[in-house]
């Protein structure tokens, strides 16, 4: 077996084994196999194709390439990702929400870059909060209190490291079974037997249209139970940023807020939904019997409970949580009003996130700083009829020239018409 002879395999569209790929991904980790041969090997694949078993050994060896978290000693272990949205902060209510009800939650998250915020960036905005978490630690709190939330450990699936960085810069990031085993390899190594997957369709999310992201659900779903893990996709709409509340502590106050029962809405909506699959994945319960379940444990309070037993474990101080006022807000405000009357006809979700990134919300380079106060908060959504003069936005920053600067980027993303837009549901679809 020689990367020559596979390449060519590759270059001309024959199925490569499972030992081919798991070779492929042993060189390329430890370096014996060149960037421009690797280079070589993701174009062949992104032109030609891989049908399912070639996309599962790809998944698996990626996933098997560092570290993995053995979960076996855990029963009903559940994981959720997001392929990534604007004031997408579910993971603090599905999360504790499902491990109220039963479910072992121990995950893994990353940090925000560009338009997408981060899970980790949003739960330390609570002071004191740790995600850093070493192995002892982690399983201790997951044992202790049945879910632990921490950051992603550096040798967790390297492969994905290195290949990632090189589709970059080959132009073979857009191929859906790349795509694929990319997310998939991280949440098989994470450990979880259930694996609930929301992908994001619309203006801000990275497939735009809801055909592309049915293909990449489908395919994550097969991959994830052909690797033997319970495995289901979410559909839901990106167009207009979910919730009302951009930015790291604002999201955590929107999502506490829901958790105490008193924000209903697209929010709670696909919350409830991911959640409800944890559990009927995780218990083989009826999928209409664990949507009641999860509304209990919001309604009882028992999932804002968990969710502060959550932040406890890691450190952080709960007064914040039973106090949201507390959470850091920028100083510098500037509102956003409407220039005419009419209805909200569109928000350009991705235009919203680079407006709240630029306020400080989020990163443009992984170095960059996070101001935790920085952020949007929308007193209007697609659909509503305002008049000129009213307020749109309010828009949270610490320094007035980056307020200004996102004060421009929103302005461009809110389109207001005579005519009142066709209502979207959240939740577009379930694989």
Same mark, same amino acid.
């Given at each position: 077996?020689?990367?020559?002879?596979?390449?060519?395999?590759?270059?001309?569209?024959?199925?490569?084994? =499972? &030992? /081919?790929?798991?070779?492929?991904? $042993?060189?390329?980790?430890?370096? *014996?196999?060149?960037?421009?041969?690797? @280079? +070589? #090997?993701?174009?062949?694949?992104?032109?030609?194709?891989? =049908? &399912? /078993?070639?996309?599962?050994?790809? $998944?698996?060896?990626?996933?098997? *390439?560092?570290?993995?978290?053995?979960? @076996? +000693? #855990?029963?009903?272990?559940?994981?959720?990702?997001?392929?990534?949205?604007?004031?997408?902060?579910?993971?603090?209510?599905?999360?504790?929400?499902?491990?109220?009800?039963?479910?072992?939650? +121990?995950?893994?998250?990353?940090?925000?870059?560009?338009?997408?915020?981060?899970?980790?960036?949003?739960?330390?905005?609570?002071?004191?909060?740790?995600?850093?978490?070493?192995?002892?630690?982690?399983?201790?709190?997951?044992?202790?209190?049945?879910?632990?939330?921490?950051?992603?450990?550096?040798?967790?699936?390297?492969?994905?490291?290195?290949?990632?960085a090189l589709r970059d810069v080959t132009a073979t990031v857009n191929s859906l079974p790349l795509i694929a085993s990319s997310i998939m390899s991280k949440k098989l190594a994470a450990g979880a037997q259930t694996i609930v997957l929301?992908?994001?369709?619309?203006?801000?999310?990275?497939?735009?249209?809801?055909?592309?992201?049915?293909?990449?659900?489908?395919?994550?779903?097969?991959?994830?139970?052909?690797?033997?893990?319970?495995?289901?996709?979410?559909?839901?709409?990106?167009?207009?940023?979910?919730?009302?509340?951009?930015?790291?502590?604002?999201?955590?106050?929107?999502?506490?807020?829901?958790?105490?029962?008193?924000?209903?809405?697209?929010?709670?909506?696909?919350?409830?939904?991911?959640?409800?699959?944890?559990?009927?994945?995780?218990?083989?319960?009826?999928?209409?019997?664990?949507?009641?379940?999860?509304?209990?444990?919001?309604?009882?309070?028992?999932?804002?409970?968990?969710?502060?037993?959550?932040?406890?474990?890691?450190?952080?101080?709960?007064?914040?949580?039973?106090?949201?006022?507390?959470?850091?807000?920028?100083?510098?405000?500037?509102?956003?009003?409407?220039?005419?009357?009419?209805?909200?006809?569109?928000?350009?979700?991705?235009?919203?996130?680079?407006?709240?990134?630029?306020?400080?919300?989020?990163?443009?380079?992984?170095?960059?700083?996070?101001?935790?106060?920085?952020?949007?908060?929308?007193?209007?959504?697609?659909?509503?009829?305002?008049?000129?003069?009213?307020?749109?936005?309010?828009?949270?920053?610490?320094?007035?020239?980056?307020?200004?600067?996102?004060?421009?980027?929103?302005?461009?993303?809110?389109?207001?018409?005579?005519?009142?837009?066709?209502?979207?549901?959240?939740?577009?679809?379930?694989i």
């Amino acid at each position: 077996m020689t990367v020559y002879d596979i390449l060519s395999k590759k270059r001309d569209g024959k199925k490569i084994t =499972d &030992e /081919e790929i798991k070779y492929m991904i $042993t060189g390329i980790c430890d370096g *014996s196999i060149a960037d421009y041969q690797a @280079s +070589a #090997f993701l174009m062949a694949c992104f032109i030609q194709g891989l =049908d &399912e /078993e070639e996309t599962v050994s790809l $998944t698996k060896a990626m996933a098997y *390439s560092g570290d993995t978290i053995d979960l @076996s +000693a #855990f029963s009903h272990t559940a994981d959720k990702h997001s392929t990534g949205g604007v004031g997408d902060k579910t993971t603090f209510i599905a999360a504790p929400a499902a491990a109220a009800c039963g479910c072992t939650v +121990a995950k893994m998250s990353g940090r925000g870059l560009g338009h997408t915020g981060g899970t980790i960036d949003k739960m330390e905005s609570v002071p004191g909060t740790r995600t850093s978490l070493d192995n002892s630690e982690f399983f201790a709190n997951v044992k202790k209190h049945g879910i632990a939330l921490a950051g992603q450990t550096g040798n967790l699936v390297p492969a994905d490291k290195k290949l990632y960085a090189l589709r970059d810069v080959t132009a073979t990031v857009n191929s859906l079974p790349l795509i694929a085993s990319s997310i998939m390899s991280k949440k098989l190594a994470a450990g979880a037997q259930t694996i609930v997957l929301d992908v994001k369709t619309g203006s801000g999310a990275f497939m735009k249209t809801f055909e592309d992201s049915k293909a990449l659900a489908e395919m994550m779903t097969k991959i994830g139970n052909m690797a033997g893990r319970n495995t289901r996709a979410v559909i839901s709409n990106m167009d207009e940023p979910l919730g009302r509340y951009i930015g790291n502590s604002l999201e955590v106050i929107e999502a506490v807020e829901v958790l105490k029962g008193n924000v209903k809405g697209a929010l709670y909506d696909i919350s409830v939904c991911l959640a409800a699959n944890m559990v009927s994945l995780s218990f083989g319960t009826e999928y209409g019997d664990s949507v009641k379940i999860i509304e209990k444990a919001i309604s009882s309070g028992k999932a804002y409970e968990k969710f502060a037993e959550l932040i406890a474990s890691q450190g952080g101080d709960i007064s914040y949580l039973d106090n949201t006022d507390k959470l850091r807000r920028s100083p510098v405000i500037k509102v956003v009003t409407a220039n005419r009357d009419g209805y909200i006809f569109s928000m350009d979700c991705e235009k919203v996130g680079m407006s709240a990134c630029e306020l400080g919300a989020g990163r443009k380079k992984k170095e960059d700083n996070i101001d935790f106060g920085a952020g949007i908060v929308l007193c209007a959504k697609v659909g509503d009829k305002v008049h000129k003069g009213d307020e749109i936005a309010y828009l949270y920053s610490s320094e007035e020239n980056k307020a200004i600067e996102g004060e421009k980027i929103f302005g461009s993303a809110v389109r207001i018409s005579d005519i009142a837009p066709e209502k979207k549901d959240i939740i577009l679809d379930i694989i």
